[in-house]
């Protein structure tokens, strides 16, 4: 069978969350590879989790929180930027395509964003292949 | 009752973890006098392989497995020691993590060596000859060594029982441990023997025991750069001090000298992977997402005692 990747979004209730709702109602499409976790904020997303998609074989993790100045706990966001962007150098030190990885802002009226990113991103994963962690976890 | 038996065994370490237990001193003593040593090598006993492979199954009550796993031999003696001991930990943070030495999973053995027996500027090797795993001198005499394989944390080889942190654990964990050890009174199988507190908790500059609050960090600075305020927490400071995702047992021995605490405690209790938890705490504490741009080589910092304990470090790209 063809590979079809698995991409795992961890959305913030708040925001990207209720964008990919609205997507929805709006009738924006978006790839059947998306696989959506509702988390309370960005700030909940503890580097550990993305870790732990990978070993459990996602291709793809895409973090979605709300704008700055936007946060329902005002600060959840900024710490969520600082961590993504140490873990990030820290797993491409240890051999992981940053790619695979990405943090956007995205409220709940933005629809029709959610979309585009998504078939972004699922487009940049395809390019990208299979998890190299498979098989090995 | 009969004196309790222990082994203890150096595999992919440096000697320090056996100097804890030595350190124990005048304890030691009472150690000797409550616990008979079945095996303790390369260090301190005089004994054989072949007389610990004779022992009977089971026949150990408590084995203490120091360095990590990074050769067959050590591999080896892990399993027998297993089979022989009832309660096996993995002592200190080299055997219960991977420790400093498990940074070597940064490298192929084949970089290693020949950055070791070729390349160094001190070596005189001409023929380039490279440790050979077995070699026949004079048409006879087989000569074999062990064989040099990825660095692994004790429970990647063999199931262990309790964890115990530090490089090396501090002597007075160490007699804590011990004594636990002695009147039974351990945590559950598969558990570290811990306080469960952070080094943050008993911590002299903590902010937060001192009634004030906590403050971000607005730089980041190597330990080489100005003099800490011996009053303030280093990590306010800009000193990247892993003290809240470590365990305390040593009773926070880095900080109270200035230093930042660099893990060598092991995770705090219910963190898995240390690296990524020290990059959430760490990343939470700083003023601005550009500050960790200025972070240095993160993974030496984070990673530094357990490297093979990460999930992301096993799929490294060399
Ligand atoms: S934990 Fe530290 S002291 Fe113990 S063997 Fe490893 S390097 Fe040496
Ligand atoms: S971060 Fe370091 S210096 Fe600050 S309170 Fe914790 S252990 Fe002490
Ligand atoms: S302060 Fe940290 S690095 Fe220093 S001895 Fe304690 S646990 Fe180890
Ligand atoms: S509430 Fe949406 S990122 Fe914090």
Redo the contacts with the bound molecule.
């Keep these: 069978m063809a590979w079809e990747p698995r991409i795992i979004v961890i959305a913030c209730q708040w925001c990207t969350y209720q964008g990919a709702d609205l997507a929805g109602s709006l009738r924006y499409s978006y790839p059947p590879t998306i696989h959506i976790v509702r988390v309370p904020c960005s700030g909940r997303v503890e580097p550990e989790f993305i870790a732990e998609a990978f070993r459990r074989g996602a291709d793809g993790i895409f973090i979605g929180g709300c704008h700055f100045g936007d946060c329902h706990y005002k600060e959840g966001n900024y710490k969520a930027i600082r961590r993504f962007k140490l873990f990030k150098r820290l797993a491409t030190d240890l051999g992981v395509d940053p790619e695979r990885i990405q943090l956007e802002w995205i409220s709940g009226s933005e629809g029709k964003r959610f979309s585009e990113a998504m078939t972004e991103f699922d487009a940049k994963i395809r390019e990208l292949g299979p998890n190299p962690f498979k098989g090995g976890a | 009752m009969s004196k309790p038996k222990l082994a203890f065994y150096l595999a992919g ?5 056996d100097m804890s237990i030595v350190d124990l001193s005048e304890a030691l003593v009472d150690v000797a006098t409550v616990l008979d040593i079945a095996f303790w090598a390369p260090t301190v006993a005089d004994a054989k392989y072949k007389d610990l492979e004779a022992m009977p199954s089971g026949s150990i009550d408590v084995g203490l497995f ?2 990590n796993v990074r050769n067959s031999e050590h591999e080896h003696i892990a399993k027998v020691l297993r089979d022989k001991c009832k309660v096996l930990i993995a002592f ?3 055997a219960a993590c991977g ?3 498990g940074l070597v999973n940064l490298h192929t053995t084949e970089q290693l060596l020949e950055t070791a027996y070729i390349d160094t500027f001190s070596t005189d090797n001409p023929d380039k000859v490279l440790p050979q795993v077995s070699y026949v001198e004079n048409g006879k005499y087989e000569l074999t060594l062990p064989a040099l394989m990825d660095s692994k944390k004790l429970d990647e080889v063999v199931p262990v029982d309790f964890y115990v942190g ?3 654990p501090h002597h007075t964990h160490v007699a804590k441990a011990v004594n636990a050890i002695l009147t039974g009174q351990l945590p559950p199988a598969g558990s570290w023997i811990t306080m469960g507190k952070a080094v943050c908790e008993v911590c002299d500059k903590n902010p937060v025991l001192q009634g004030k609050p906590k403050t971000f960090a607005k730089t980041v600075k190597r330990i080489y750069e100005g003099n800490p305020d011996p009053n303030t927490c280093l990590l306010e400071q800009g000193y990247l001090c892993l003290g809240p995702v470590t365990q305390g047992d040593c009773g926070s021995k880095c900080p109270s000298v200035d230093i930042p605490c660099r893990g060598c405690g092991g995770p705090i209790p219910g963190v898995k992977d240390f690296g990524l938890r020290a990059v959430s705490a760490i990343a939470s504490m700083l003023d601005n997402e550009d500050l960790v741009d200025q972070i240095p080589d993160p993974v030496h910092l984070f990673y530094r005692y357990t490297l093979p304990s990460s999930f992301l470090g096993k799929r490294l790209k060399r």
């Design positions: 370490g440096c000697g320090g973890c120091s360095g200190g943070i080299c420790g400093i030495k530090g490089c090396p």
